[in-house]
């Protein structure tokens, strides 16, 4: 009544009864929500680590006999992750409603790699609902560990980029001009590639909002580039042409491939399912379009390896182990053994990238670097010799 707002709960047939409801009584009604269709307020999908710890400890208490619905008010209060948290308050309000595990967890799928859900709903039909959680535990904890790994490597080249732009910014804005103001008094002629780097220095100090405006243009234009389709199988396509990184990347999605199709395969999941599955959690497009190549192959009889081994952007190990699976009956062994063998593998390559990177930063500074001292020396050895 005095341009204020009001928030509370009615209780109507539908929305229209709660709307005649509050103008009955002279308010406007602003935004009418039904009770149990808001979502949490969560940005991204959950973080393997946490998903880890959730998968794990539902798994212990399962086979401990406790039910669903006390698991998870458990857990609700004692989840650190606080999307997760939100999550799982929701889902446990859904169980209580009577819904299926996998049934209240749809609506938040956007939340959760596909891999969880496709394990959950399988662990249901199958009346293995721990196993399946363990397994996807364990490949979430699989997950954590080297996105950890990766993250802790990236933390000194990160530090040394960082500190060689801004002794770059630092030698062109403050020890450029000053250079230059001595070399005007003294009246000295100054060589080429020392004027050109005078005018950029000057173009800096005096247009520096322009240049902060064009990085800004060029980062937010490639992030939008990045994300669209054809920006991200271009990117994904020549991470696997770069010898330096190739290697490690190969290694790390052939883990990730033999793992994720040998969790969902032990969980019962059809095969053309689990590869669909598979496909969104490598994480690379270029991979992800070959492997739904596998999947049309293998819904017109074709077994695995053939399209697996016709595809061959994976060593070709992972097509041996599945093809000799095949003939076997052991598929879900000999690709979690597949896992274990490129993990390992997988940090080995990280250590030796890792290694190597180190002289490259060096070498990458001296190249920036030395040609800003040599434009700021030259013309000092040219006053020194016209002197003698």
Not at 323 to 333: A, I, R
Request: charged share 20%.
């Amino acid at each position: 009544m005095n341009g204020g707002t009001k928030k509370g709960e009615l209780s109507a047939p539908d929305e229209s009864g709660v709307a005649a409801f509050l103008r009955r009584d002279g308010y406007y009604p602003v935004k009418i929500t039904r009770l149990g269709d808001e979502r949490p307020a969560i940005r991204g999908k959950i973080k393997p680590k946490p998903l880890a710890g959730f998968c794990s400890q539902v798994a212990v208490m399962l086979r401990a006999g406790v039910p669903v619905a006390k698991i998870l008010e458990i857990l609700k209060e004692q989840t650190d992750d606080k999307p997760l948290r939100l999550i799982i308050a929701e889902v446990y309000g859904a169980i209580l409603k009577g819904s299926s595990l996998s049934g209240a967890f749809t609506p938040y799928s956007a939340y959760f790699p596909d891999v969880f859900l496709n394990m959950v709903e399988a662990g249901e039909t199958s009346g293995r609902l721990d196993a399946c959680l363990e397994r996807a535990g364990n490949s979430f904890t699989r997950t954590a560990k080297l996105n950890n790994k990766v993250r802790n490597a990236m933390i000194y080249p990160s530090i040394v980029l960082f500190v060689m732009i801004g002794l770059l910014v630092i030698m062109l804005v403050v020890v450029i001009p000053a250079f230059s103001n001595l070399y005007a008094d003294s009246g000295a002629q100054l060589p080429a590639f020392t004027r050109g780097l005078v005018a950029v220095s000057d173009a800096l100090k005096q247009y520096w909002y322009a240049f902060l405006l064009a990085a800004g243009v060029i980062v937010f234009g490639f992030r939008a580039w990045k994300n669209s389709d054809g920006g991200r199988l271009f990117i994904d396509r020549a991470k696997l042409q770069i010898p330096a990184i190739k290697k490690l990347l190969v290694k790390v999605y052939a883990a990730r491939f033999s793992r994720t199709l040998s969790s969902l395969l032990a969980a019962g999941v059809a095969l053309p399912q689990a590869l669909t599955v598979t496909a969104r959690s490598v994480s690379n497009r270029h991979i992800e379009d070959g492997i739904y190549k596998m999947v049309d192959a293998v819904s017109r009889g074709e077994e695995m390896s053939a399209p697996l081994e016709r595809m061959g952007l994976l060593p070709p190990m992972v097509t041996y182990m599945t093809k000799l699976g095949e003939e076997s009956g052991t598929v879900v062994e000999l690709l979690n053994q597949a896992a274990e063998y490129y993990d390992e593998e997988s940090d080995a390559a990280l250590q030796a990238m890792m290694s190597m990177m180190e002289p490259a930063l060096i070498i990458l500074m001296a190249v920036i670097v030395v040609p800003v001292l040599i434009a700021v020396m030259l013309p000092m050895f040219n006053m020194y010799s016209l002197i003698g």
